[in-house]
């Protein structure tokens, strides 16, 4: 009798183990992409980029069905809010965004700096002084790096929002000297049609934080999972060596 | 005094001397890796500034300032300078400089190849601040700053702490490493040091006289500029003047989670 109920009872252990298994494997998580080349690029094969190879790596290692969505900024942050999504990424921490959560260590870091065209090209710019009469474009959503507020560069803000493609333009005319870019890494690396138009260079130690961000609804238990999996992949190989070790 | 006091004594003695000698072995142990650090960073620099026609050429291959055959040149630097072995990669501080290192590289690869831009302003210093700017990002409570005195620095940024400051002061007439187990660096118990560095013939290609500056080699002395290559004024320093010095601080927390 007392041996009959004790399989009863390992059976049962049994199941509720193998649901638990195949409830965890069979989670779907929607996950936001948001175009940031050369980390994650929209205009080539999506599994060639670096950034969604490094992520996807590690979220099959946990068994969830990943679904990929690419989506514009705007409507990005507001998918998450909403609770259309599970992760976004890669995105900095915006001031006007209200709550964002973003429990894991930053997956890269973005430099800001200016862009030229090639025949002006400023290749330091902890040379300030070289920004004097300078007419230097800026979109006027960014805030601008301290380094170049305290110059005296002639700043001229541009509206709208295709201002980074304007800034561009106007600065391959001639109107701008230079261009601010929060991330010139997007626009000034070799698969970039821009590339061979304008030069950048960095405000270096002026580094914005880029991170995963983990929608409120995801349960605790899912989210500690995922953050586990990242944590321990990045004590491994940071994705920023990842992507700098890539062949 | 008495028996028992004595023995009371040899007994307090028995424990507190192998604590003693314990944090003497790590405060050495530390010691040595920070030298093995500032080396490795001098290093590089030193490669950065002996590969300027590699950096600033065009149209080559340039494979050998990336990734791994990068930090095999750094290696052989550092035997060829400093006539050692190349530190084994056994602690944190040490993996994680060289993988800035590669880091910081490949940032800069995009402008290494563009073929449109001759000079790319990727000099010791540039080199330097841009893997202490990359460091500071990581996190891991190890910070590397190249900096001088106050007065003619040309990055804001490298300015020195108050901490620096006073070490400089204490050191520039006489210069030797500076060495504090028992630091705070914003708010947190840190062990810092400041290794000073004597000026080398490649600082004075910016730093030093006009004659010294590379962009008037075959001009006549008269159309000398003393605007140096990165487009800043030179300061006239010679090989005998005070070369600035490398300070790390690494935080005291971290030093044992992360060997």
Redesign the interface.
């Given at each position: 009798m007392f041996n009959k109920v004790n399989i009863v009872i390992n059976i049962n252990c049994l199941l509720i183990l193998c649901l638990f298994t195949f409830s965890a494997s069979s989670q779907t998580l929607r996950v936001g992409l948001i175009d940031f080349p050369p980390h994650l690029s929209f205009d080539g094969e999506l599994k060639k980029s670096p950034l969604y190879q490094y992520v996807n790596k590690i979220l099959d290692s946990l068994n969830y069905t990943v679904e990929y969505v690419k989506l514009p900024n705007e409507r990005a942050y507001l998918e998450l809010t909403k609770g259309q999504l599970d992760l976004l990424l890669p995105i900095s921490i915006p001031v006007n965004k209200g709550e964002i959560n973003t429990p894991f260590?930053?997956i890269f870091?973005s430099?800001p700096g200016l862009c030229f065209k090639?025949e002006n090209?400023?290749?330091?710019l902890?040379?300030t002084?070289?920004f004097d009469e300078l007419t230097i474009g800026i979109p006027a959503a960014s805030s601008p790096v301290t380094?170049l507020t305290n110059s005296k560069a002639k700043l001229i803000p541009i509206k709208g929002e295709n201002a980074t493609s304007r800034g561009i333009e106007l600065t391959q005319r001639g109107r701008f000297d230079a261009f601010y870019h929060p991330s010139p890494?997007k626009v000034?690396?070799?698969n970039s049609p821009l590339?061979?138009e304008v030069?950048c260079?960095?405000f270096?130690?002026y580094?914005t934080?880029m991170h995963i961000a983990v929608a409120n609804k995801l349960s605790k238990t899912t989210t500690d999972r995922i953050h586990k999996a990242f944590e321990t992949a990045m004590q491994k190989h940071?994705y920023?060596?990842y992507?700098?070790?890539r062949k | 005094m008495k028996p028992t006091s004595f023995s009371k004594m040899c007994i307090l003695a028995l424990f507190v001397f192998p604590i003693f000698f314990q944090v003497k072995a790590e405060d050495e142990k530390m010691k040595t890796l920070i030298n093995e650090v500032t080396k490795i960073y001098m290093s590089s620099m030193f490669y950065i500034f002996k590969n300027q026609p590699l950096i600033n050429q065009k149209n080559i291959d340039k494979h050998e300032l990336f990734g791994t055959n990068f930090i095999e040149n750094i290696e052989a630097v550092y035997r060829e300078k400093y006539h050692e072995e190349f530190p084994q990669r056994d602690h944190f501080a040490i993996k994680m400089i060289l993988q800035v290192m590669i880091e910081v590289m490949d940032d800069n690869k995009e402008l290494l190849y563009d073929n449109d831009i001759g000079f790319k302003g990727i000099i010791p210093a540039t080199f330097a601040f841009q893997l202490s700017a990359k460091l500071a990002t990581k996190g891991i409570g190890l910070k590397i700053k190249f900096t001088r005195t106050e007065e003619n620095i040309r990055n804001n940024m490298n300015r020195p702490d108050l901490w620096e400051t006073r070490v400089m002061q204490k050191i520039i007439d006489k210069p030797q490493i500076y060495y504090d187990e028992n630091s705070l660096l914003n708010g947190k118990a840190v062990i810092r040091q400041f290794t000073p560095l004597p000026m080398e013939a490649y600082c004075l290609a910016c730093h030093g006289k006009p004659e010294n500056n590379p962009l008037n080699v075959g001009k006549a002395e008269t159309a000398w500029t003393n605007i140096d290559i990165t487009g800043f004024e030179m300061e006239n320093w010679t090989i005998d003047d005070f070369g600035g010095g490398v300070s790390i601080s690494l935080e005291k927390s971290v030093l044992n989670d992360l060997k």
């Amino acid at each position: 009798m007392f041996n009959k109920v004790n399989i009863v009872i390992n059976i049962n252990c049994l199941l509720i183990l193998c649901l638990f298994t195949f409830s965890a494997s069979s989670q779907t998580l929607r996950v936001g992409l948001i175009d940031f080349p050369p980390h994650l690029s929209f205009d080539g094969e999506l599994k060639k980029s670096p950034l969604y190879q490094y992520v996807n790596k590690i979220l099959d290692s946990l068994n969830y069905t990943v679904e990929y969505v690419k989506l514009p900024n705007e409507r990005a942050y507001l998918e998450l809010t909403k609770g259309q999504l599970d992760l976004l990424l890669p995105i900095s921490i915006p001031v006007n965004k209200g709550e964002i959560n973003t429990p894991f260590t930053p997956i890269f870091h973005s430099v800001p700096g200016l862009c030229f065209k090639k025949e002006n090209f400023i290749p330091i710019l902890s040379a300030t002084h070289r920004f004097d009469e300078l007419t230097i474009g800026i979109p006027a959503a960014s805030s601008p790096v301290t380094a170049l507020t305290n110059s005296k560069a002639k700043l001229i803000p541009i509206k709208g929002e295709n201002a980074t493609s304007r800034g561009i333009e106007l600065t391959q005319r001639g109107r701008f000297d230079a261009f601010y870019h929060p991330s010139p890494i997007k626009v000034y690396h070799r698969n970039s049609p821009l590339y061979k138009e304008v030069a950048c260079s960095y405000f270096h130690g002026y580094s914005t934080p880029m991170h995963i961000a983990v929608a409120n609804k995801l349960s605790k238990t899912t989210t500690d999972r995922i953050h586990k999996a990242f944590e321990t992949a990045m004590q491994k190989h940071s994705y920023e060596f990842y992507f700098a070790s890539r062949k | 005094m008495k028996p028992t006091s004595f023995s009371k004594m040899c007994i307090l003695a028995l424990f507190v001397f192998p604590i003693f000698f314990q944090v003497k072995a790590e405060d050495e142990k530390m010691k040595t890796l920070i030298n093995e650090v500032t080396k490795i960073y001098m290093s590089s620099m030193f490669y950065i500034f002996k590969n300027q026609p590699l950096i600033n050429q065009k149209n080559i291959d340039k494979h050998e300032l990336f990734g791994t055959n990068f930090i095999e040149n750094i290696e052989a630097v550092y035997r060829e300078k400093y006539h050692e072995e190349f530190p084994q990669r056994d602690h944190f501080a040490i993996k994680m400089i060289l993988q800035v290192m590669i880091e910081v590289m490949d940032d800069n690869k995009e402008l290494l190849y563009d073929n449109d831009i001759g000079f790319k302003g990727i000099i010791p210093a540039t080199f330097a601040f841009q893997l202490s700017a990359k460091l500071a990002t990581k996190g891991i409570g190890l910070k590397i700053k190249f900096t001088r005195t106050e007065e003619n620095i040309r990055n804001n940024m490298n300015r020195p702490d108050l901490w620096e400051t006073r070490v400089m002061q204490k050191i520039i007439d006489k210069p030797q490493i500076y060495y504090d187990e028992n630091s705070l660096l914003n708010g947190k118990a840190v062990i810092r040091q400041f290794t000073p560095l004597p000026m080398e013939a490649y600082c004075l290609a910016c730093h030093g006289k006009p004659e010294n500056n590379p962009l008037n080699v075959g001009k006549a002395e008269t159309a000398w500029t003393n605007i140096d290559i990165t487009g800043f004024e030179m300061e006239n320093w010679t090989i005998d003047d005070f070369g600035g010095g490398v300070s790390i601080s690494l935080e005291k927390s971290v030093l044992n989670d992360l060997k």
